[in-house]
Nanobody, 127 residues
Framework: QEQLIESGGGLAQAGGSLRLSCVVS????????????MAWFRRAPRKAREFVAL????????EYADSVKGRFTISRDNAKNTMSLQLNNLKPEDTAVYYC????????????????WGQGIQVTVSS
């Protein structure tokens, strides 16, 4: 079973930047990094988990939540088996646990599109 491992979270000031990364480990034979569509979701305190950004298998297509458009950038380097989310111009309302998600065949803004999930990584933005 694939395992998604997130890194790069932490504390930032409002207006600052952070970079999150996600790696797909324990891939079965025959599957490469480009086998997976990937996305980021987040859960803020006392709120439901919400979509943040997605990227297609080869990176040719991306989509963002309106709340992060123009501030966050999702990217992937399949040769390095790494998918990243650059968070710029952070706001206190970006404070949340961020989750990496992946799926072999589906892609979309709903949690149900993704079979594989990371454990989440905390991002805290101070005002």
């Amino acid at each position: 079973q694939e395992q998604l491992i997130e890194s790069g979270g932490g504390l930032a000031q409002a207006g600052g930047s952070l970079r999150l990364s996600c790696v797909v480990s324990r891939r079965p034979p025959g599957r490469t990094a480009s086998s997976y569509a990937m996305a980021w979701f987040r859960r803020a305190p006392r709120k439901a988990r919400e979509f943040v950004a997605l990227i297609s298998w080869t990176g040719g297509s991306t989509e963002y939540a309106d709340s992060v458009k123009g501030r966050f950038t999702i990217s992937r380097d399949n040769a390095k088996n790494t998918m990243s989310l650059q968070l710029n111009n952070l706001k206190p309302e970006d404070t949340a646990v961020y989750y990496c998600a992946a799926d072999l065949v589906r892609i979309g803004t709903a949690e149900t599109e993704y079979d594989y999930w990371g454990q989440g990584i905390q991002v805290t933005v101070s005002s």
